[in-house]
């Protein structure tokens, strides 16, 4: 079965850099992008980017473009991301999410179908 | 960017009731949206993608309709697992978004 299993919490100070992991099982690992998506303290999902494991390319959203980065390593079939400068504002918990192509008609539309159990990441001095 | 506005951003409901969230965009999305549900401390679980196609293992009361700029999402009949918080997302393009989040509560 499909599991996205993430790294564990994590508590940074101002202006440190944070990697979180999610490892992937149960798939092809090359054949499924993945996005990053945070949600801050009882507030709504945030989309932060999306990295193709197949090649490794990569699109962040722009509020996030210069600070995060995302890789792959297809060997343990394991995404990254790492958010830098982190400020109180980045305290979140940040989801790794598989994205599932569903195409018909000429059309490919897009949903994230399984999820990691989250990764909370505080940032305080 | 394109903004999705989720309309109620809190819902309070009755076991049986039929329930619709609304989600709009601010530019026309064709059919790229999708709708998830969330609980407390849990991962988002989707419910609806494609905007009206319903996911394995998703009951049937949940439904999604809309293409272009409106689209809905609607519980028939309102279960006591379904108290939680949904949020619709596009996909429109390589900026995906979601809307701020419906809170359906038990009245």
Redesign the interface.
């Known amino acids: 079965q499909v599991q996205l299993v993430q790294s564990g919490a994590e508590v940074k100070k101002p202006g440190a850099s944070v990697k979180v992991s999610c490892k992937a099982s149960g798939y092809t690992f090359t054949s499924y992008y993945m996005h990053w998506v945070r949600q801050a303290p009882g507030q709504g999902l945030e989309w932060m980017g999306i990295i193709n494991p197949s090649g490794g390319s990569t699109s962040y959203a722009q509020k996030f473009q210069g600070r995060v980065t995302m890789t792959r390593d297809t060997s343990t079939s394991t995404v990254y991301m790492e958010l830098s400068s982190l400020r109180s504002e980045d305290t979140a918990v940040y989801y790794c999410a598989r994205d599932d192509p569903y195409c018909s008609g000429g059309s490919c539309y897009l949903s994230n179908d399984y999820w990691g159990q989250g990764t909370l990441v505080t940032v305080s001095s | 960017?394109i903004q999705l506005t989720q309309s109620p951003s809190f819902l309070s409901a009755s076991v049986g009731d039929r329930v619709t969230i609304t989600c709009r965009a601010s530019q026309g999305i064709?059919?790229?949206l999708?709708w998830?549900q969330?609980k407390p401390g849990k991962?988002?679980?989707?419910l609806i993608?494609?905007?009206s196609?319903l996911?394995s293992g998703v009951p049937s009361r949940f439904s999604g309709s809309g293409s272009g700029t409106e689209f809905t999402l609607t519980i028939s009949s309102l279960q006591p697992e379904d108290f939680a918080t949904y949020?619709c997302?596009q996909?429109n393009s390589?900026?995906?978004?979601?809307?701020?989040?419906t809170k359906v509560e038990i009245k």
């Open positions: 960017d064709s059919s790229y999708a998830y969330q991962a988002p679980k989707l993608y494609a905007a196609t996911q949020y997302q996909l390589y900026s995906w978004t979601f809307g701020q989040g």
